[in-house]
């Protein structure tokens, strides 16, 4: 199935049909099952959406992606606060339309360029109602970028300039500066690694075979500088490619890749 695009509405096209006429295929990547659960009951009854699934885990998002191919993710911020996430989503698919929802935490001028930056097409406040979410779906499909009014402010240019390192002070090296030295499959690899996974386990999961595995262990250990898998995913989390899950809602480790995956009955 790699590499086969299934028939879907084009990026941009106003209408929000797919061809056969089926809705906007909506999913969303998010920690909290009940908030998932609101969400698909919301796209349920909106007439040209559709629901897909959700993921609870960034591995399971790019999972998610590959198998369902949704026209729409609804991300949470919380679990992409460096949009290492969005960037790959984005990168994998740019089709893919991706709608973030923003905590408070994450309302910040910084982050919201972030955003955009990595490829995110509407920023919505998490506690929005569910009428301006499904707008801001439509429209960010149709329009390429949304803005919640309550946040359009955050996104004007800063007018300060960046802080520049002190003299003589070297230079940080680019995973302490929060940017993706990963693929996306290495991504996948290093997230089941800190979930306590085997090389062989991870095939399982990825469908991969365990020597490929080997190799993209490898391949991150060098890009890591890494001594060992346990001090790459040390290194990941002081730096920022791992995120700690905000809401205790990871499977556990030996757990099947199907319920990290919850589509919708076709």
């Known amino acids: 199935m790699r590499g086969i695009e299934p028939n879907r509405a084009q990026a941009g096209r106003p ?5 056969g006429g089926r809705g906007l295929g909506v999913a969303a990547v998010d920690p909290i099952p009940i908030f998932c659960e609101g969400l698909s009951s919301l796209v349920h009854r909106t007439p040209g959406l559709q629901w897909l699934g959700h993921a609870g885990s960034h591995h399971a ?5 590959e198998q369902l191919k949704p026209d729409v993710i609804v991300l949470d ?15 994998g698919d740019p089709a893919l339309v991706i709608v973030t929802l923003v905590r408070d935490t994450n309302r910040t001028q910084q982050y919201l360029a972030a955003a955009i930056a990595a490829g995110v097409h509407a920023i919505v406040p998490r506690a929005t109602d569910g009428r301006h979410l499904t707008e801001a779906i439509r429209r960010a499909h149709s329009d390429r970028r949304y803005i919640d009014p309550t946040l359009a402010a955050l996104t004007a240019r800063p007018k300060r300039q960046p802080v520049l390192p002190k003299a003589g ?26 979930e306590g996974l085997e090389n062989s386990g991870i095939a399982k999961i990825l469908f991969l075979s365990v020597e ?19 001090h790459a995913v040390t290194i990941a989390f002081r730096s920022g490619i791992l995120v700690a899950n905000p809401d205790d809602a990871h499977s556990p480790p030996d757990a099947a890749p199907a319920p990290s995956i919850a589509p919708s009955p076709r």
């Open 61 to 65: 998002a790019l999972q998610l992606c």
């Open 212 to 230: 490929t595995v080997r190799t993209h262990v490898k391949s991150i250990l060098r890009k890591l500088s890494a001594r060992d898998r346990t």
């Open 77 to 91: 911020s919380a679990l992409d606060p460096n949009c290492h996430l969005s960037r790959l989503l984005s990168g």
């Open 169 to 194: 002070e070297p230079p940080k090296p680019a995973t302490a500066r929060g940017l993706m030295p990963l693929s996306r499959r290495e991504y996948q690899v290093l997230q089941l690694v800190a």
């Open 15 to 19: 209408g929000g049909l797919s061809p």
